[in-house]
């Protein structure tokens, strides 16, 4: 970015109510029920413009970094029960549960690791989400969930807890390169009113404070991630949306094609920092 830009981008964001003040202990270590994370590592090579990869945790105040370290305090295990409730609850026409097929989610340790990943059979990038609705509609006969909604993000939350603390890995080459190349032209893309692109603030300007948030890299390696803002599990392409709305931009749609390039790309981004599923944010 040229430094007439950076200034630009600099000013908007002070306009936006960012300061440069840092509150955060960025030295303070994560350690989830005794198990230590990776959240500060070196950046992955295919990253031009950053050398080391941070996870958002470290962007917290001490308060909410401490909620994610004990699984009684992190509000987002509530979900993880809701998703365990779902998970044994028959449904659909062939009066199946989860439960039924995969007798204990433990199945899936590294699952989340490496999605979104390449399906060969449905020749297309598939998320976490995919997965859940290919086997509600194929092997339940049951209703697809809605993308971003309660009762899906509980069921990632459970499959995505089974990976907690494994470094992320996804996939980049071979059939997913095409899209990761989008995903990777929609992060440094500008949009919206306020004309900033992804990479303008988690990029650029990390590390500096917008009212009492301290802005991240945006990393998704603690998705779904509980928010204190809402109260909830929140998706990955449900927190891309919100950042849209906030540079006033019409945000793509949830599932598809464009969020999905960009889940693939932040996913990759983040190669090597650990799964924190489900993390604590603000
Ligand atoms: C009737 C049996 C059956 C039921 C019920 C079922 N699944 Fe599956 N599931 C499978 C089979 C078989 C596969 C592997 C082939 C595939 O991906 O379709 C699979 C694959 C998966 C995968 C991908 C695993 C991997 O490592 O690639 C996930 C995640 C998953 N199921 C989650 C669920 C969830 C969540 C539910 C409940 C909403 C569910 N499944 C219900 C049979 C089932
Ligand atoms: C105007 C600045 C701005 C822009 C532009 C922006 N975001 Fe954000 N984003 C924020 C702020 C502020 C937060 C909350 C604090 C934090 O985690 O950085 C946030 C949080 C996030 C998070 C959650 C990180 C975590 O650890 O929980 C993700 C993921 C994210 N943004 C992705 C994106 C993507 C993808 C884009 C482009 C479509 C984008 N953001 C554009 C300001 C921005």
């Known amino acids: 970015m040229s430094f007439f830009n950076k200034i630009f981008v600099g000013s ?13 202990d960025e030295s303070a270590k994560l350690v989830v029920e005794g198990q230590p994370m990776i959240t500060r590592v070196k950046a992955p090579s295919h990253m031009e413009n ?12 001490k308060e909410t970094q401490s909620l994610q370290m004990d699984d009684f305090e992190n509000p987002g295990m509530i979900f993880v029960d809701k998703g365990l409730d ?10 199946k ?16 690791t490496v999605m979104p990943r390449w399906n060969e059979s449905a020749n297309a990038l598939w998320s976490l989400e995919d997965h859940v609705n290919n086997c509600r509609t194929e092997q339940m ?14 069921l990632i939350a459970v499959i995505s807890l089974q990976s907690r603390g ?7 080459n071979g059939a997913v390169a095409p899209l990761w190349e989008i995903g990777k032209e929609l992060f440094y893309t500008r949009v919206g009113q306020l004309d900033m692109a992804c990479s303008n603030c988690h990029e650029d300007n990390y590390g500096i404070m917008i009212r009492a948030d301290h802005l991240s890299q945006g990393q998704i390696n603690g998705f779904p991630a509980y928010r204190l803002k809402n109260a909830k599990l929140n998706s990955i392409h449900a927190r891309f949306k919100g950042c849209m709305k906030n540079i006033r931009a019409t945000p793509y749609e949830v599932g598809g094609d464009e969020f999905r390039a960009l889940e693939l790309y932040v996913a990759s981004r983040g190669n090597g920092l650990s799964s924190e599923a489900p993390s604590v944010r603000n």
Do not use: Q
């Open 141 to 154: 006969g049951a209703e697809p969930l809605k993308w971003g909604a309660a009762p899906m993000d509980s």
């Open 97 to 112: 549960a989860c439960a039924s097929c995969h007798d204990d989610a433990s199945e899936f340790k590294g699952l989340r």
């Open 50 to 61: 950053v050398d080391e990869i941070r996870s958002g945790w470290t962007f917290r105040i």
């Open 86 to 95: 779902l998970w044994n609850k028959v449904e659909g026409s062939k009066n």
């Open 12 to 24: 908007l964001l002070l306009m936006l109510g960012f300061s440069t003040v840092s509150l955060a």
């Open 166 to 172: 494994m470094p992320m890995n996804v996939k980049i």
